[in-house]
């Protein structure tokens, strides 16, 4: 499907800024059809896919996504630019760190990665992080393990969580945009998210934790606040933690223009991330 935008012609306006409407501007194009076949051609479509019958097609769900692959860019390679970095860029960073820290693990605790539905509607879903579904997942793997609830909250209290999501990188023609101290850069390492609000998790400790871990195993990190006067979105770290009360901290590589179609980061960022995700594990 595609979203053909208005000519500029018939909306000659249109670089003195305008308001997109959801309801009227960003509806997709999905065919063009003979005027007799629109009746039911999506449900047609979707029995075709699915090699039934329309009429055993009861209900469905229809998301649209940008479709292009990333591509490597600038004049060294140095950045990336991809659909969906905010989160795919972490996903892959706690993927590879819990497998590859498993090969050269000792410790006997848990660890654990949760890939959460829902985080950029609110995560107030069944299975979203704003839900009881992380502390039962908890309950469940240490009640099977033969632990008591006494032992599982001992380790929760003793755990540390991190919040893996994308930052926002210092933006070269926003400078202002930005905090005037707290500016990190693409492929400047690793950011550590921090908000007196708490709209990040994290705190005094939780940061010389990380800054510890990323010190220890000379990975590059910086640190993020909001412009006081701009506020940022915020994380499912504070909710997670606050549901399974735990130290946490909020990271994340930075990129720029978080949630357009297609967001721009530093290609060394992602081996920052991944380095630390594996010593976090391994630590
Ligand atoms: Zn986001």
Redesign the pocket.
């Known amino acids: 499907m595609t979203i053909p935008n208005l000519a500029i012609h018939m909306n000659r306006k249109v670089n003195e800024g305008i308001a997109i409407k959801k309801q009227k501007d960003i509806l997709p194009l999905a065919a063009v059809l003979g005027e007799e076949k629109n009746q039911g051609f999506f449900a047609d479509f979707l029995a075709r896919e699915m090699d039934c019958q329309k009429e055993d097609v009861l209900s469905y769900e229809l998301s649209l996504y940008p479709y292009e692959a990333g591509c490597q860019l600038g004049l060294n390679g140095e950045l990336i630019s991809s659909p969906r970095l905010?989160?795919l860029t972490s996903v892959v960073a706690c993927l590879k760190g819990i497998i590859s820290a498993r090969e050269h693990a000792e410790g006997d605790g848990l660890s654990i990665i949760a890939l959460f539905d829902n985080?950029?509607i609110g995560s107030r879903t069944k299975q979203g992080a704003n839900s009881g579904i992380l502390l039962q997942i908890l309950e469940r793997i240490y009640s099977a393990s033969g632990y008591s609830r006494e032992e599982m909250w001992q380790a929760v209290n003793g755990g540390f969580m991190l919040s893996v999501?994308?930052a926002h990188g210092l933006h070269p023609d926003y400078m202002e945009k930005a905090d005037p101290t707290n500016r990190p850069v693409l492929n400047g390492g690793v950011v550590l998210k921090q908000a007196a609000s708490q709209a990040y998790a994290g705190d005094a400790e939780a940061v010389a934790i990380i800054a510890g871990l990323c010190q220890q195993e000379a990975i590059c990190y910086q640190q993020f606040v909001n412009n006081n006067d701009i506020p940022g979105?915020s994380t499912l770290g504070s909710m997670a933690s606050a549901l399974v009360p735990m130290r946490a901290m909020d990271i994340g590589v930075p990129i720029l223009a978080?949630?357009s179609a297609r967001e721009t980061m530093g290609a060394r960022d992602q081996e920052h991330l991944n380095n630390l995700l594996q010593a976090f594990f391994m630590a």
């Open positions: 905010d989160n985080e950029e999501d994308v979105g978080m949630h």
